[in-house]
């Protein structure tokens, strides 16, 4: 089976890429229709499907009366012999009982299993070999599985896993290649979430729920005309698929990177420390120790000897501190020039209409001699080892990677807490109530002023921009043309690349964004509002203490006056470029999430940012910083803890109110961040949509307070905002009426207080969940191929027609008179942890959806669950069934109630699918009736639920919006992950498939009836 696990392009060499200009009978594999026109391979065709649908009526009325008999959990066993599973459906659920289809595996399968799934797969009943017409061949697979999405891991670099999703059999059918599991973005400015790759948004596109509207064009302005230096670096997890098809669901990629999340592997900064030479100096050898402490001060000294600096610690203690990493004390002026500069040469790259680098402008010599007498000092020894001469563009690449990657001293925007917090830097004047940053007025240097920390930020991008730009000319100039004048190999390549942590990755990522979103220009007179002064020496006597010996051997004081370090760093403007496309995007946003007075929080903008002279105030409101203080009811220590926070229900954001009485203020530092464009990809994009809204809604603001809670949701005006980071908003995403926008969901539902019955109106929450159980070993993400072996369409054992089953839905009225009817969502507030009224969050220990469940078994009663496990939801991607005309006649026995015969009362349809893929046997799936759910215990507390390894349950939701809010509020009180599988989207067998992909424990099927999974683009085949 090598010509199905991993291959994207054709199985044939010599198969011609314009499928269509060939005979029918001669596509093969290009198209979905089964090739009717050649009797052998259609008549075999036909024999194999047929099989896959064919019945034993005696066997399947002993099967159903039997299981009508069975006063526990009903078990049919589906084999090659009786095949009397070829058309799988949920048992009656009067019943009350599990209908369970293990496909004729009983046993759990090994975890390394052979690679060769021709092998004979053995069941656990007595068979009888396959004869050889039942066999499966090449051209009965690619007809059967037209249109099956098949699930892999591509190998990346440094052991990284991408998920993918290919239809290996459909290359060149792009009605199926289009196929997904997510919505689109709905406006443009939201492609700054993500650096993969993806079509241009046009420049009028905006999505109302899930069609584009207002489209006038499909042109995209300003999009570049070629690339540039490829970083290597990605947004973990996959921001395009943040939205699945369906509210409150993500997509495939995206639930398989959330144990491998930025957010997971960048926690909080390193403790800084000393190198293990300088913790054991008094046990070094005396000329040892001498050296070492005579060449401490030295430049470069402590980039890469182990130390991991204190950012904060080390701007204190100024150049002589920032000498021992390489870095200048930077002029200003020179600073912004320089910025705007590589700015303008970056455009050029990227605009122009010749191709052009760096070295276009200045040569090697001119590069090294500015970056070594403006920005950094002149290189040492151990920096020129592998260059032959000391100017070249290597040498200058290797200084600025050595300098850039030193541990602590920098901003990490690994750490998706700095992609946010950026802007606080640039616009917010410290002392900063929350965030990580350094409080000036807590030193008595010289060099310690209110905007050190800012300069300090520009610093740093200057010199990610100088360094972006060399990398670009390496790869255009020294490896794609060959030059003379730069002598870079590809093992150089590989060193630059290996020298690249991933915090200096994302400094070349944050630098493209500041480059594309401002222009800088350098002010001589300090702005308006003056940035806070130090303190007076005097007031900081008590803080001096005693210096160790280190210190007092290492402590230079500067015997010149400072020059540069205490010019104030809010001459340097930025000038955003893009504001009229970010304030496009808000309003898209606010109006997706059905936010009230919609039309006055438009004009309220509006007012400011556009008409006439709103260029010279957008850029008077970005040069003027602004002040932020400290709300009622919190501490500066309590928020600032909240940098790093990884609670999966908490984190919280202090906004800044908008002064309507301030022509020229446009909110806080997120609002100008946003406006800017200066979105750095993650998840940081939905919470400055979010915080942007309210920060410039007056009365939201009066009525919630100043402080958000991002992972948390909040009630406003009886109805009620979450965010895709709740269980709550993911579980209530599934109600009528529920809008979405990338990470935020607007809700009817208001919840209540469990020992009051009062509505919770006007406050945000922060409900307490628990991560599900996970299972041992490493995340699914890094098991290889594995998860496409474990998930192929071809399953794990036999080869024959046999060995399939056709799972399809069955119509509802005919076996499910189940009612369930949504009532309330109670919350039960935490009393130790009760906040004053000033805070205006309530805290809630356990958030319980109750339910009504009516039928005609038994008399109406109510149901709770507790949405205790933080679990996700995954939109099922889309499949085509492969077109056919399938008929078998039989009587229907009293049981069935038409089920079986789905595709018998549409055979008159000229262009009909099967109702779905084939399914191995080998994968194990159980219906549940959605009522006996509240009978089992959580699977998590053991084995006691019935449910065994490897088996996915099947729950049935269709038809009804509240059926699908118990199936997932079930999944969450128990721990189970949920693949929500939309009937006429993605058929049975897929959703199994994909379940068995990512490892997730359930399915939902949704949607109304029994519909034929199909393209959402018809096409007429064979020019018919």
């Known amino acids: 089976m090598a010509f199905f696990f991993g291959r994207r392009h054709s199985i044939s060499s010599d198969t011609p890429v314009e499928g269509d200009g060939l005979p029918r009978s001669e596509r093969g594999r290009r198209s979905s229709v089964p090739n009717i026109a050649d009797h052998n391979n259609a008549a075999q065709t036909r024999g194999v499907i047929h099989d896959i649908f064919h019945k034993h009526r005696p066997d399947a009325d002993t099967h159903f009366s039997s299981a009508a008999k069975a006063p526990g959990t009903v078990r049919g066993t589906a084999t090659a012999s009786s095949r009397t599973s070829g058309s799988a459906h949920p048992q009656d659920e009067k019943t009350g009982a599990h209908a369970r289809h293990d496909s004729g595996v009983h046993e759990s399968m090994e975890e390394h299993r052979s690679e060769k799934v021709t092998r004979s797969h053995k069941p656990h009943h007595h068979e009888q070999s396959p004869s050889p017409q039942n066999q499966l061949t090449k051209k009965d697979v690619e007809t059967i599985f037209s249109g099956a999405p098949y699930f892999l891991l591509e190998k990346g670099k440094h052991g990284l896993w991408y998920p993918q999703i290919i239809f290996p059999f459909d290359d060149h059918d792009p009605t199926i290649q289009c196929l997904g599991d997510r919505r689109p973005l709905p406006h443009a400015s939201y492609t700054l979430c993500t650096l993969h790759a993806h079509l241009p948004v046009p420049d009028d596109w905006v999505v109302e729920g899930e069609l584009p509207v207002h489209l006038g064009s499909w042109k995209r302005t ?23 098809k369906d509210p409150g669901t993500v997509g495939f990629r995206h639930f398989l990177e959330l144990p491998v999340a930025d957010a997971a592997v960048y926690v909080a900064p390193e403790r800084a420390r000393p190198c293990s030479d300088m913790l054991h100096i008094s046990s070094l050898p005396a000329t040892q ?55 303008d040469l ?40 592998d260059a032959h001469d000391p100017h070249s563009l290597k040498a200058q690449i290797r200084a600025l990677t050595v300098v850039l990657a030193t541990p602590g001293a920098w901003l990490d925007f690994g750490l998706i807490d700095w992609r946010l917090h950026i802007g606080q830097l640039l616009w917010e004047n410290p002392p900063h109530v929350d965030g990580d940053f350094l409080d000036p007025s807590k030193s008595d240097k010289a060099w310690v002023h209110a905007t050190l920390e800012r300069k300090w930020l520009l610093v740093q991008m200057v010199l990610a921009a100088e360094l972006l730009l060399r990398l670009d000319a390496t790869v255009r100039v020294g490896m794609l043309q060959n030059s003379r004048d730069i002598d870079v190999s590809v093992r150089d390549v590989y060193d630059f690349d290996r020298l690249r942590s991933g915090k200096l990755n994302w400094d070349l990522v944050t630098v493209r964004r500041l480059m594309d979103s401002f222009n800088f220009t350098y002010s001589s007179v300090d702005p308006g509002a003056r940035p806070q002064m130090p303190s007076l020496p005097g007031k900081h006597e008590d803080r001096h203490h005693r ?22 760093a809010w001459r340097c403007h930025l000038v955003p470029s893009h504001v009229d496309q970010q304030l496009k995007g808000l309003f898209v946003f606010a109006d997706n999430l059905g936010w009230p007075r919609l039309q006055q929080f438009k004009n ?50 202090l906004l800044r109110p908008r002064d309507s009485t301030d022509p020229l203020d446009v909110g806080g530092w997120i609002t100008r961040t946003w406006l800017a464009g200066f979105v750095i990809p993650g998840e940081s994009i939905s919470h400055l949509l979010m915080a942007t809204m309210l920060e410039n809604d007056a009365d939201a603001m009066a009525t919630l307070g100043p402080v958000i809670n991002l992972y948390g949701g909040f009630a406003y005006n009886g109805k009620t905002w979450w965010s895709k980071k709740s269980i709550v908003g993911r579980v209530l995403a599934s109600q009528e009426g529920t809008k979405v926008c990338l990470a935020w969901l607007g809700s009817s539902v208001l919840p209540k207080d469990s020992q009051t019955a009062q509505p919770l109106d006007n406050t945000w929450f922060e409900v307490d969940v628990r991560e599900p159980p996970r299972r041992p070993g490493k995340p699914r993400i890094k098991h290889g191929n594995r998860l496409s072996f474990e998930s192929t369409p071809l399953g794990l054992g036999d080869m024959t027609s046999g060995a399939f089953l056709m799972p399809v839905d069955g119509p509802t009225e005919s076996w499910s008179k189940l009612g369930i009817n949504f009532e309330d969502l109670a919350f039960t507030i935490d009393g130790e942890r009760r906040q004053p009224e000033d805070n205006h969050l309530t805290v809630a220990q356990k958030a319980c959806v109750n339910f009504t469940l009516t039928s005609d078994a038994f008399e109406p009663k109510t149901v709770s669950f507790s949405l205790t496990y933080n679990v996700r939801f995954v939109s099922s991607h889309e499949c085509r069934p492969p077109g056919g005309l399938i008929s078998y006649h039989h009587t229907m026995g009293a049981n069935e109630s038409g089920r079986s015969s789905s595709t018998s009362s549409y055979v008159s349809h000229r262009h009909h699918r099967l109702p779905g893929h084939p399914l191995h046997r080998s994968y194990a799936y159980r219906w549940v009736p959605l009522e006996s759910l509240t009978e089992n215990p959580s699977p998590t507390d053991g084995n006691s639920s019935g449910f065994t390894k490897d088996e996915i349950l099947v729950l049935d939701a269709r038809n009804s919006h509240d059926k699908e809010t118990y199936a997932r509020a079930w999944c969450s009180s128990v721990g189970y992950h949920a693949i929500i599988g939309k009937v006429g989207r993605t058929c049975l067998a897929c959703c199994i498939r994909e379940a068995r992909a990512l490892q997730v424990e359930a399915v939902i099927r949704i949607g109304d009836g029994f519909l034929t999974p199909a393209s959402s683009i018809q096409v007429l085949y064979g020019g018919e």
């Open 222 to 244: 300003e999009a570049p005309k070629r690339a540039t230096f490829d970083v290597g670096v990605l947004e973990v997890p996959n921001m395009l698929s943040i939205n699945g």
């Open 289 to 343: 120790a001498y050296e070492l402490m005579g060449h401490y001060n030295d430049p470069y000294a402590l980039c890469s000897d182990g130390t991991i600096h204190d950012r904060k610690q080390m701007l204190c203690e100024g150049p002589v501190a920032w000498k021992r990493i390489g870095v200048r004390d930077v002029d200003l002026r020179t600073l912004v020039e320089r910025l705007q500069t590589l700015k």
């Open 346 to 385: 970056r455009y050029e790259i990227l605009h122009g209409d010749m191709p052009r680098t760096i070295l276009d402008m200045e040569g090697t010599r001119e590069l090294h001699s500015g970056l070594f007498s403006r920005f950094l000092y002149p290189p040492v020894r151990f920096l020129l080892m």
């Open 547 to 568: 210096r160790s010996f280190l210190e007092t051997f290492t402590h230079h004081r500067s015997s010149t006056s400072p020059t540069n370090h205490n010019e104030c």
């Open 604 to 653: 309220a903008l509006r007012s400011t940012l556009e008409g006439e002279g709103s260029v010279e105030r957008i850029r008077e409101a970005f040069a003027t910083p602004i002040r932020n203080p400290l709300p009622a009811g919190y501490t500066a220590q309590e928020l600032r803890k909240e940098m790093y926070n990884r609670s999966p229900s908490r984190r919280l954001l």
